[in-house]
């Protein structure tokens, strides 16, 4: 095992990021501070809980979550299993056997919008694989950061001044910079592979031990120079691809404003370059705005269908399919890959 949480929960942020190699520990890690925290505690009420994305996921681990760490870490527990849950059986003061839970598992995608769960005892909560690659056919949900932060207000109950503080961890292997959450909550790492505000703290793992030992196996010889071996030993982000970002794009004048999921962009045309550029930067008095889903439709904005038959958009599909289509930054360049595939540009 190479990867603790421990340095990062001693941060003391609530959200906890952490994108490193595949095999570093970081899913281990986790589950034996999990453990770990319960067993320590002298009266056994600190319990934690599991999230994953879907619930086919959740069912494939569930029942064999703690064999490794049960053996690795020599806890010795006999676990046992009860609906949701994972824990221990314990006498109890008049001499009956109760079950007495560790550990909660839940599925974003089903229990989002759960209610009356209530978890008094819960003290950390760790989201595994959040980070997905959309080439395999992964897609993360709709509205995801959102719909993660209803199932924690639901679990945690941060408002409740009763209830002790419940970070969470975040862990994921390095697919891409430019993601939902990251997105969402404005997480810009820095040169060290950080990034730090007053409730979130955001790892980029950088292990040069790691790095070194797994490039030194026979499997990290053979995939050594490869996008893919990048990727899995060093931490590179796999799907970053920086062609056309350009922060510092000359722009002439505003051709159009558009609006995706909730935010409005401007398309900027420099006719000295023959390009065109899209940017944070927009227009609000712009007469030629589109957007592209029914949830950012709004009065006076034109939709999908018009924007691909009018010459806003066969200026955009010539400068897209010409190479003459810049972006201020990754995640704008993602945004509009969404876009010219649902326009099928």
Not at 94 to 106: A, D, L, N, R
Not at 186 to 207: M, P, R
Request: aromatic content about 16%; some cysteine.
């Amino acid at each position: 095992m190479w990867f603790t949480p421990n340095d990062v929960i001693n941060k003391q942020r609530l959200f906890n990021f952490v994108t490193g190699p595949k095999g570093d520990g970081k899913t281990t890690g986790c589950r034996n501070y999990g453990l770990n925290l319960f067993c320590k505690d002298s009266d056994k009420q600190a319990e934690f809980c599991v999230i994953r994305r879907y619930k086919t996921e959740t069912q494939a681990t569930y029942k064999k979550y703690f064999d490794d760490i049960n053996t690795k870490f020599n806890y010795g527990l006999d676990i046992k299993y009860r609906g949701r849950s994972a824990g221990i059986m314990i006498e109890s003061e008049t001499g009956e056997e109760i079950f007495k839970p560790i550990c909660h598992f839940f599925s974003l995608s089903t229990d989002a919008g759960i209610q009356g769960i209530n978890l008094p005892n819960l003290r950390f909560m760790i989201f595994e694989e959040i980070f997905l690659d959309p080439r395999k056919g992964k897609r993360y949900l709709k509205n995801e950061p959102e719909e993660f932060a209803r199932l924690y207000d639901t679990l945690a109950r941060p408002s409740d001044p009763a209830r002790k503080r419940v970070p969470v961890i975040f862990i994921g292997n390095s697919f891409a910079s430019s993601n939902p959450y990251y997105d969402f909550f404005h997480i810009s790492l820095n040169a060290n592979g950080e990034f730090k505000s007053k409730n979130i703290y955001a790892l980029h793992i950088q292990d040069k031990e790691f790095s070194e030992h797994a490039n030194n196996t026979e499997f990290g010889r053979i995939m050594s120079n490869t996008a893919y071996g990048k990727h899995a030993f060093d931490n590179d982000f796999l799907l970053d691809n920086f062609d056309f970002v350009d922060k510092d794009f000359k722009k002439s004048h505003l051709l159009y404003n558009f609006i995706y999921d909730g935010k409005t962009y401007g398309v900027w045309i420099n006719a000295k370059a023959s390009a065109l550029f899209v940017s944070s930067k927009y227009d609000p008095s712009c007469i030629r705005s589109y957007s592209f889903t029914t949830d950012d439709l709004k009065p006076n904005f034109l939709t999908a269908k018009m924007f691909t038959r009018n010459k806003q958009g066969e200026l955009t599909k010539f400068a897209y399919n010409t190479g003459c289509l810049y972006f201020e930054s990754l995640q704008i360049k993602n945004v509009w890959f969404d876009i010219a595939r649902l326009c099928n540009l």
